[in-house]
């Protein structure tokens, strides 16, 4: 119904007429410039909106709130933060578990079994994607099957696709803050799922508190075609697909891992790095996987080394944000984008070094610069 005040009669109407006169004229929508003056006022609303959304997780409002953190736009990005801002100390009441391997290890598979395991004993998920492709290829690596689908009909669980576009800093300053989010929402264990394409496991391994590496038993030599370094950063192994005619191959694959570890120097200070086998598709392993997960987390918030991991998480993010914001206002910025084509030019041709040309585009940039 429409408010009394909502209407008013044109001066073209009968002076005698009374209130059965039909002809009313409805006040139309707001003009943009009146919205505008009142979007201080609309603006707080809607952070209060969001933040009781969330905090009594509204999924509708959840996702909203998440989208808004994902904006790229710089008009939503304070009103993400105000957001964010009242949701902090309802946040961190998570174990933040990242789960890396290559396409076709049975990440997602893996997931859904740990994830349905993990509701059924009274457990919050939540499941982000870190797809590097999205800023790589623009494409995606993760999101084009359909995904945990017995788990995204769960009450108790909320999947969120990586965020696409940007750099691999934008999407993990997206998902650290979907992390936040989430967890003030009350879910209380947050899965990271990425692959293991260029930078993506070592961002995903700074923002969680155990890393788990799945993997897959090969003919042969097992550690030939996995990167340098990723099994220094997991804080466990398994290797998946072990059941059928692939069980005897996964035990040795799990030995040979096991062999590697003993030599090498935990991630986790006070923690052994193990191997284990898992067969997704049967559930086999989970359970142990959740053990093994359990077990970390005692021991690690026991010594400490829990919460100082993520208070140096929160350093490191800090100071990974600057350099961000850094680089982009220096390669944005109009006149190093005009001298960069003939800085190259010569240092192609040789005719500076390019410690000078260096030099050169810095000084270029502090002087006009409004910092
Ligand atoms: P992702 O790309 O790492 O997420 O891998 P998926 O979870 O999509 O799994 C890739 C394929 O492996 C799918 O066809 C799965 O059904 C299959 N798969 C996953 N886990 C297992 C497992 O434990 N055993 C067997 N036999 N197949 C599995």
Same mark, same amino acid.
């Given at each position: 119904?429409?408010?009394?005040?909502?209407?008013?009669?044109?001066?073209?109407?009968?002076?005698?007429?009374?209130?059965?006169?039909?002809?009313?004229?409805?006040?139309?929508?707001?003009?943009?410039?009146?919205?505008?003056?009142?979007?201080?006022?609309?603006?707080?609303?809607?952070?209060?909106?969001?933040?009781?959304?969330?905090?009594?997780?509204?999924? !509708?409002?959840? #996702?909203?709130?998440? =989208? +808004?953190? %994902? $904006?790229?736009?710089?008009?939503?990005? /304070?009103?993400?933060?105000? &957001?964010?801002?009242?949701?902090?100390?309802?946040?961190?009441?998570?174990?933040?578990?990242?789960?890396?391997? !290559?396409?076709? #290890?049975?990440?997602? =598979? +893996?997931? %859904? $079994?740990?994830?349905?395991?993990?509701? /059924?004993?009274?457990?919050? &998920?939540?499941?982000?994607?870190?797809?590097?492709?999205?800023?790589?290829?623009?494409?995606?690596?993760?999101?084009?099957?359909?995904?945990?689908?017995?788990?995204?009909? %769960?009450?108790?669980?909320?999947?969120?696709?990586?965020?696409?576009?940007?750099?691999?800093?934008?999407?993990?300053?997206?998902?650290?803050?979907?992390?936040?989010?989430?967890?003030?929402?009350?879910?209380?264990?947050?899965?990271?799922?990425?692959?293991?394409?260029?930078?993506?496991?070592?961002?995903?391994?700074?923002?969680?508190?155990?890393?788990?590496?799945?993997?897959?038993?090969?003919?042969?030599?097992?550690?030939?075609?996995?990167?340098?370094?990723?099994?220094?950063?997991?804080?466990?192994?398994?290797?998946?697909?072990?059941?059928?005619?692939?069980?005897?191959?996964?035990?040795?694959?799990?030995?040979?891992?096991?062999?590697?570890?003993?030599?090498?120097?935990?991630?986790?200070?006070?923690?052994?790095?193990?191997?284990?086998?898992?067969?997704?598709?049967?559930?086999?392993?989970?359970?142990?996987?959740?053990?093994?997960?359990?077990?970390?987390?005692?021991?690690?918030?026991?010594?400490?080394?829990?919460?100082?991991?993520?208070?140096?998480?929160?350093?490191?993010?800090?100071?990974?944000?600057?350099?961000?914001?850094?680089?982009?206002?220096?390669?944005?910025?109009?006149?190093?984008?005009?001298?960069?084509?003939?800085?190259?030019?010569?240092?192609?041709?040789?005719?500076?070094?390019?410690?000078?040309?260096?030099?050169?585009?810095?000084?270029?940039?502090?002087?006009?610069?409004?910092?």
């Amino acid at each position: 119904m429409k408010n009394k005040n909502d209407t008013y009669k044109p001066d073209w109407t009968p002076k005698n007429a009374g209130e059965e006169f039909a002809v009313r004229v409805v006040k139309g929508v707001q003009k943009i410039s009146d919205t505008k003056i009142n979007s201080a006022k609309t603006k707080n609303h809607e952070v209060e909106d969001l933040v009781k959304g969330v905090l009594t997780n509204d999924r !509708v409002l959840l #996702a909203k709130t998440i =989208t +808004l953190v %994902e $904006s790229n736009a710089r008009a939503h990005f /304070e009103k993400a933060q105000s &957001v964010l801002h009242k949701l902090l100390p309802h946040s961190g009441n998570s174990i933040r578990i990242g789960i890396s391997g !290559v396409p076709g #290890a049975g990440k997602s =598979t +893996l997931i %859904e $079994s740990l994830g349905m395991y993990l509701i /059924e004993h009274g457990h919050k &998920v939540a499941v982000l994607t870190i797809d590097p492709s999205s800023s790589i290829t623009k494409g995606s690596i993760l999101g084009d099957k359909t995904r945990m689908e017995k788990l995204s009909r %769960e009450d108790n669980c909320f999947i969120r696709p990586s965020p696409s576009g940007g750099t691999l800093g934008g999407v993990t300053r997206k998902s650290r803050e979907t992390i936040i989010v989430c967890e003030a929402a009350g879910y209380d264990i947050i899965l990271i799922e990425t692959v293991g394409v260029g930078q993506s496991e070592i961002t995903v391994r700074s923002m969680v508190d155990f890393f788990l590496l799945v993997q897959l038993a090969g003919a042969g030599d097992e550690l030939q075609g996995i990167k340098k370094g990723v099994i220094e950063i997991a804080d466990a192994i398994v290797v998946n697909k072990a059941d059928g005619n692939n069980l005897q191959k996964a035990n040795i694959a799990r030995s040979e891992f096991a062999n590697v570890l003993h030599y090498l120097k935990p991630v986790t200070e006070g923690w052994q790095t193990r191997a284990f086998v898992s067969s997704a598709i049967t559930g086999q392993g989970t359970a142990d996987i959740w053990k093994v997960m359990q077990r970390f987390v005692e021991i690690t918030r026991a010594s400490g080394v829990f919460e100082k991991r993520r208070t140096e998480q929160k350093i490191e993010w800090t100071f990974r944000m600057i350099e961000d914001e850094l680089k982009d206002s220096f390669y944005n910025k109009e006149i190093i984008k005009n001298e960069i084509p003939r800085l190259k030019l010569d240092i192609e041709k040789g005719n500076i070094l390019p410690t000078t040309a260096a030099g050169k585009l810095l000084k270029l940039f502090n002087s006009n610069s409004s910092i």
